[in-house]
């Protein structure tokens, strides 16, 4: 009867859901989609009101449809074309040090799961023993400007984001899922260790890449406290995230300083501007998750379950 069962699952034949089944499917549905509505509702809201005159937002408050509508808080976000720039840069970025990441991560977590390599155990624990314990912030920015002198240099931003202990130990755990016979195999057919692992392993770890790919992608597209410590004024362009932070800083400046006396503050869209850099520092990168949902909903699961 078991056998039954599976094999009508196996063929994707309906199941007969009873009364319980339905109602219990139905407070999920329900459920699912007041949470989808809730998370929904703010980014709404903060589009609405990046498109909003700030003499409105002053007087009515926020609002979930725009009123007033108004390119202002864009054009000054936009203005001079450095934000453009910025957003090449942090493509770039994110392109170069995601693929580079993936990249290490996806062979260091193969590696120590490789029976036949000694040392697997001890570097293990030295990665594990990394993620308790830091030196601190200043033995750090020492070692970034002193011992590797870069300062002012990119590198400073790609480097440090491109591995991560837990990024390691999750890749560590979706090779365990991969037969250790697979790479014994390999070898009997005479391939050497690069071409089990690109032509075997890599396959078999689409979940563990969009998984992990996605993390270092948000890594990089939301860093810009490595630009705050190593990028000054002498980089004319930075990652997006900081160059809107910078913007923000700005405005801000603008309606505390002296000058801001003899101005109508109430024109400069303060409010709005920070609407406008959230929609623009959130909106592309929104994109990218509709393409890697199956692989990590599923990756995720996998990562979780092996211990």
Do not use: H
């Given at each position: 009867m078991a056998n039954k069962d599976k094999d009508l699952m196996e063929s994707g034949a309906k199941v007969k859901l009873g009364t319980s089944d339905r109602i219990i499917r139905g407070f999920g549905y329900i459920f699912?989609?007041?949470?989808?509505?809730?998370?929904?509702?703010?980014?709404?809201?903060?589009?609405?009101?990046?498109?909003?005159?700030?003499?409105?937002?002053?007087?009515?408050?926020?609002?979930?449809?725009?009123?007033?509508?108004?390119?202002?808080?864009?054009?000054?976000?936009?203005?001079?074309?450095?934000?453009?720039w910025s957003y090449l840069l942090t493509i770039v970025l994110t392109v170069v040090g995601t693929f580079l990441g993936l990249s290490i991560i996806s062979m260091t977590g193969y590696a120590l799961q490789r029976r036949d390599f000694p040392f697997r155990n001890a570097i293990s624990f030295y990665i594990y023993f990394t993620s308790l314990f830091s030196a601190g912030l200043a033995p750090y920015y020492l070692l970034m400007t002193q011992t590797y002198h870069l300062q002012d240099s990119y590198f400073a931003v790609l480097l440090p984001l491109l591995m991560s202990s837990w990024l390691i130990i999750l890749m560590k755990n979706f090779v365990k899922a991969i037969p250790h016979e697979i790479t014994e195999s390999g070898k009997i057919d005479g391939a050497g260790d690069m071409k089990i692992f690109v032509s075997l392993i890599l396959p078999m770890l689409k979940p563990a890449l969009a998984t992990i790919g996605l993390f270092l992608a948000l890594g990089y597209w939301n860093e810009w406290y490595q630009s705050s410590l190593f990028l000054s004024s002498r980089v004319s362009v930075k990652p997006l995230q900081y160059t809107l932070y910078e913007v923000v800083n700005k405005v801000d400046a603008l309606k505390n300083s002296v000058a801001g006396q003899f101005v109508d503050l109430s024109e400069i869209p303060q409010e709005s501007v920070k609407m406008a850099n959230a929609v623009l520092?959130?909106?592309?990168?929104?994109?990218?998750?509709?393409?890697?949902?199956?692989?990590?909903?599923?990756g995720i699961t996998v990562g979780a379950v092996k211990g």
């Open positions: 699912v989609t007041f949470y989808a509505i809730c998370c929904i509702i703010p980014f709404v809201i903060i589009v609405s009101t990046s498109f909003t005159n700030e003499v409105t937002i002053r007087a009515e408050g926020v609002q979930f449809l725009p009123k007033d509508v108004t390119l202002e808080a864009y054009k000054m976000v936009a203005r001079g074309g450095g934000i453009w520092a959130t909106g592309p990168i929104v994109m990218l998750y509709p393409f890697v949902q199956k692989y990590f909903i599923s």
